[in-house]
């Protein structure tokens, strides 16, 4: 009986050749594969970039507004009910 769900099972043994050779190949190989990934890679215009940054630089602002007050507010807190 076939199964006719399964793949059928991947080449664990690297192909023949020597392994300093087969090294060096998929050294070559993984960087000739990164080149090509940032061949696509959609760069920001300037305008766009300016205002990622901006937002960035507003959201962090806000973020840490918000956590300091809530430092501020904790710490009269533990202050208020431990009498310090």
């Not at 087969?22 to 940032?38: K, M, N, P, T, W």
């Not at 061949?39 to 918000?66: C, D, G, Q, W």
Request: charged fraction near 20%; glycine fraction near 8%.
């Amino acid at each position: 009986m076939t199964d006719l769900g399964t793949q059928p099972r991947a080449r664990r043994t690297p192909k023949g050749g020597n392994p300093v050779t087969r090294f060096f190949s998929s050294i070559g190989l993984f960087i000739s594969q990164v080149l090509d990934e940032l061949r696509k890679v959609v760069r920001p215009t300037r305008s766009e970039l300016l205002n990622y940054t901006a937002v960035v630089i507003v959201f962090v602002t806000v973020m840490m507004l918000l956590v300091a007050g809530m430092d501020y507010v904790f710490t009269k807190l533990v202050l208020w009910v431990f009498g310090g």
